[in-house]
């Protein structure tokens, strides 16, 4: 078995801003469900953090109207800055933009009305206690909470596939890509949503699809948006490097799907809510 040495991950910032689009798209399940139970109402204000496309906030930034107030916070400069030029270009003069730390909230204790963090907690899942507890923090008294993981790896084919890959060629996923399902297994967002200052919390799953309108498209964007894939591919030898790659093409045969889009992965989200005492 060929082995890599995990390099550090590409620069993942303009993927994302590019793919900002048709992210929000796939993923407007999940964020629905978000703001269905942080239920943002007209004049309230609410907190997006680590959202990466800010999807979430800009949405939630419909719901409270130009009475309210959303701040969008991520710690990579380069996607604040896309996100105020979407707000910017959607009109939407109630959100404001910072850098921001998860774990460490440069924001005034009891400022929002609801935060919300989709897949945020996913950059670094050994802190995601503390990113909670800085969320509470942050929350007023009755506030909402609304985050987003990845389910189990086995129903999310539109990466699992690609992590199969790597462990039946090379032997091993690379680290941080495993990390997109760290909160995947029962009972492990319940666990980390379980902490006293909540009146009450649940977790549901949602359903999600992935598109792909060829592979050597789908592959482009998958390695673009996981930098730490595309570096540890990038690491191999070209033997190996090609047959991860037909590994993955062969997989994706299996998720063909009729009309513009070749192929539809379909995956799971956890949604977890939770309201402050």
Same mark, same amino acid.
């Given at each position: 078995?060929?082995?890599?040495?995990?390099?550090?991950?590409?620069?993942?910032?303009?993927?994302?801003?590019?793919?900002?689009?048709?992210?929000?798209?796939?993923?407007?399940?999940?964020?629905?469900?978000?703001?269905?139970?942080?239920?943002?109402?007209?004049?309230?204000?609410?907190?997006?953090?680590?959202?990466?496309?800010?999807?979430? !906030?800009? =949405? %939630? &930034?419909?719901?409270?109207?130009?009475?309210?107030?959303?701040?969008? *916070?991520? @710690?990579?400069? +380069?996607? #604040?800055?896309?996100?105020?030029?979407?707000?910017?270009?959607?009109?939407?003069?109630?959100?404001?933009?910072?850098?921001?730390?998860?774990?460490?909230?440069?924001?005034?204790?009891?400022?929002?009305?609801?935060?919300?963090?989709?897949?945020?907690?996913?950059?670094?899942? !050994?802190? =995601? %206690? &503390?990113?909670?507890?800085?969320?509470?923090?942050?929350?007023?008294? *009755?506030? @909402?909470?609304? +985050?987003? #993981?990845?389910?189990?790896?086995?129903?999310?084919?539109?990466?699992?596939?690609?992590?199969?890959?790597?462990?039946?060629?090379?032997?091993?996923?690379?680290?941080?890509?495993?990390?997109?399902?760290?909160?995947?297994?029962?009972?492990?967002?319940?666990?980390?949503?379980?902490?006293? =200052?909540? &009146?009450?919390?649940?977790?549901?799953?949602?359903?999600?699809?992935?598109?792909?309108?060829?592979?050597?498209?789908?592959?482009?964007?998958?390695?673009?948006?996981?930098?730490?894939?595309?570096?540890?591919?990038?690491?191999?030898?070209?033997?190996?490097?090609?047959?991860?790659?037909?590994?993955?093409?062969?997989?994706?045969?299996?998720?063909?799907?009729?009309?513009?889009?070749?192929?539809?992965?379909?995956?799971?989200?956890?949604?977890?809510?939770?309201?402050?005492?």
């Amino acid at each position: 078995m060929a082995a890599f040495h995990e390099r550090p991950a590409f620069d993942e910032g303009p993927a994302w801003i590019r793919y900002a689009d048709v992210i929000d798209d796939e993923l407007a399940p999940v964020t629905s469900a978000m703001l269905g139970a942080a239920a943002p109402a007209d004049g309230e204000s609410v907190l997006d953090v680590a959202g990466v496309t800010a999807g979430v !906030g800009l =949405a %939630a &930034a419909e719901r409270v109207g130009k009475r309210g107030h959303v701040v969008i *916070g991520d @710690r990579v400069p +380069v996607l #604040v800055a896309a996100a105020q030029e979407r707000a910017t270009r959607r009109s939407l003069t109630q959100v404001s933009t910072r850098i921001l730390v998860l774990t460490d909230l440069d924001v005034p204790a009891s400022e929002f009305d609801a935060v919300v963090c989709r897949f945020g907690l996913l950059t670094e899942p !050994g802190s =995601a %206690a &503390a990113a909670i507890d800085e969320m509470v923090r942050v929350l007023r008294p *009755g506030g @909402r909470l609304a +985050v987003a #993981v990845w389910g189990p790896r086995a129903d999310n084919p539109w990466l699992g596939v690609v992590l199969d890959a790597f462990d039946a060629v090379s032997g091993s996923a690379p680290p941080r890509a495993r990390d997109v399902f760290a909160f995947g297994s029962a009972g492990a967002l319940e666990s980390l949503l379980s902490v006293p =200052a909540f &009146a009450h919390s649940e977790v549901h799953d949602v359903d999600v699809v992935v598109h792909g309108l060829s592979f050597p498209s789908w592959w482009e964007r998958t390695l673009a948006l996981h930098g730490s894939i595309a570096s540890a591919l990038d690491a191999l030898d070209e033997t190996t490097r090609a047959a991860i790659t037909a590994h993955v093409e062969r997989r994706l045969g299996d998720y063909r799907a009729p009309g513009p889009a070749a192929f539809a992965l379909p995956g799971i989200a956890r949604v977890g809510t939770a309201h402050l005492r």
